[in-house]
C-alpha cells in the first residue's frame, strides 16, 4: 500500500525522456578520490555526501546538469575497492552498481588522487571503463594539494601514460574539485570525447587510409604465406568499431592490427575513445 501510495507522485514515464540528450557521466575511481566532491563542484550545493572517511557514498547517484556547452548526467559512483576487501554486503552492492553506472555511461571520469599517484586499484577501475569500450577522461584531482615545480606536471602526465599504458587515447585533466581549478574545462572535454565516440567514417574514406598503411608497411607473411587484406568497414559507434576482412586471420599478427588501429587513430584525430577492431576472413558469415 505504501509502495502504491508512493508511485503516485512519480512523474510520468514520458517526461523522463528528455534526458536522452544529456550526456551521462559516470565519476568513477577508488574510495576517497574526490568524486563526491567533483560533482558538488559542479553542482554548486551539496548534492552528495562528501567526507575524508573513504567509502562515505555507497550508491550511484544521478545528479543533472545544463550550462551553455549543453546537459549532462553526473553519476557519483561509490568507489571501488579492492576485491579482498568486499567483506560486507553492502560493498559488493556498492561495486556493482558503480559497474551499471559505467555500462549506461556515455563518458567516464576516472578520478585519480595527486597526492598518491596512480595506484593498483586505478589501474582496475580504469580498466573496467576500457573493457565496456567508454570514451574516457582521465582526471588528476587535488592538485592543490602537490608541491610543483615547472616540470610535476610533466612527470605524472608520463607516470600515468606508463601506469595506464592501453588508455594513452583518453586525455588528462589535472583540476582541484576543492577550489574549482580548471573543473570548467571539463564540460568542454567531456562534449569532445562523447562525439569522438559517436564518431562515422564512411568506407571509402577507409579503405583510402587502409591503402596507404599498406603501402607505407607490408602486410606480414607466414611461411612463404602474405596476408591479404581486403577492405574495411564501420559497423557500430560508441565505441567505433571496424572490421577488416583478410585471406587468413591467422596472419593478422597483433602488431599490424595495432599498426591499423594507430593509422586510424592518427588520421581521423579519435582521442578520448577506444576503438575496437575485428578481424574476418572472406566468406565469414555476418553477426
Known sequence: DLLDACVQYFPPEDEEEEEDDAIKVAVIGKPNAGKSSLVNQILGEERVIVSNVAGTTRDAIDSRFTND???FVFIDTAGMRKKSKIEEDIEKYSVLRATMAIDRADVCLIMIDATEGVT?????????????GKAS?????????VEKDDKTMTRMTEDIRRDLAYMTYAPILFISAKTGQRVDKL??????????????????????????????????TDKGRRLKIYYMTQVGVKPPHFVVFCNDRRLFHFSYQRYLENCIRSTFRLEGTPIILSIREKGDKEE
Open 69 to 71: 556547452k549543453g546537459s
Open 120 to 132: 593498483e586499484q586505478d589501474t582496475k577501475v580504469a580498466g573496467m571503463a576500457h573493457e565496456a
Open 137 to 145: 577522461i582521465i582526471v588528476v584531482n587535488k592538485w592543490d594539494l
Open 187 to 220: 564540460f568542454d572535454m567531456i562534449d569532445y570525447v562523447a562525439n569522438q565516440a559517436a564518431f562515422r567514417v564512411t568506407t571509402g574514406m577507409l579503405n583510402t587510409v587502409l591503402a596507404d598503411a599498406q603501402t607505407r608497411v607490408q602486410p606480414p
